[in-house]
């Protein structure tokens, strides 16, 4: 296993899309998950290693879904729990909502994730979310939660148009296969005068778990349905020891991204929309 983790580091990085340091980075962090990791991933990577990049690109797309589950359960075997006290905090003081304003209301998080992201939400008349891996996340404890779970990609949700009040995408936008379809679906399931909550990294190249990359004016393909109401730009300050970082941890220390520095880094976008109506 560890020669193989080694030759698809090897291989990974050498692909020009890895070129930046920070991706390098991200690519070197996630072969020591899969080196600590999966034996079932090891073997399909193994076989692409050999080829040329572009097949190597290929096959680890296509283990987008392995790839993340390996990192949630590297995630609970380093931290013995996924705790979810953090969101409650960004739901509320973050984006300026109290928590009474969510009592009655109905509320989708879109890549909700094996936490428990509504857990805190004990008001809320509905709490569902949609994560294409929401069947996986069982064997992480999901069941245990109050919150409902469906499973399911942002590209085509199953619900009715204006079924819910809040809608939110907390580091899951960038996550998606298709963003377009993606919009589309969140502008659609939200109702007249209900708010959609964005966090997101902001980077310039792909990776396996987040295929889709896009700049700070992603704000701007939710208009003309939603309006912005608020957003704010931040610097990612702390990281995991593997080199991931740390979305909500940098977003509580809320350094202003320093657009005058060129240098090139991630960023965190998070943008409060409101849908007209
Ligand atoms: C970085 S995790 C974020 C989880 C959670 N929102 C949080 O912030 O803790 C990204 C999530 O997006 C999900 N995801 C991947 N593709 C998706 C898609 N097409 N539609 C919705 N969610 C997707 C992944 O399964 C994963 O659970």
Known sequence: MFTVGLNIEKAALSSPMQHHPLQRQKVRAMMNLWMGKS????????????????TLMTHMRSS???SELAFWHN????????????????????????????RGKKILDIGCGPRGSLEWAVE????????????AYRQLGTSRHAMQYVAGGAEGLPFPDSSFDVVCSLNSLDHVDNLDKTIIEICRVLAPRGYFLLL???HRHPTVLEPIAFSWDIVARFQPELAIIEQ??????????????????????????????????????????RKGG
Do not use: C, M, W
């Open 64 to 66: 987008k879904a392995e």
């Open 75 to 102: 995630r609970l075997k380093q931290q013995g729990a996924l705790t979810n006290d953090h969101y409650e905090r960004v739901y509320t003081t973050h984006f300026g909502l109290e928590k009474a304003f969510y």
């Open 200 to 202: 997101t990294e902001i």
């Open 39 to 54: 034996t079932a991933i090891g073997p399909r990577i193994a076989v692409s290693a050999g080829r040329k990049t572009g």
């Open 232 to 273: 704010g730009q931040v610097e990612y300050t702390v990281f995991s020891p593997e080199g991931f970082g740390d979305i909500y941890q940098s977003l509580r220390q809320g350094t202003p991204y320093d657009h005058s520095n060129v240098r090139e880094r991630n960023g965190i976008l998070s943008a409060k929309f």
């Open 124 to 135: 809320a008349d509905v709490r569902v979310g949609i994560d294409p891996l929401a069947e």
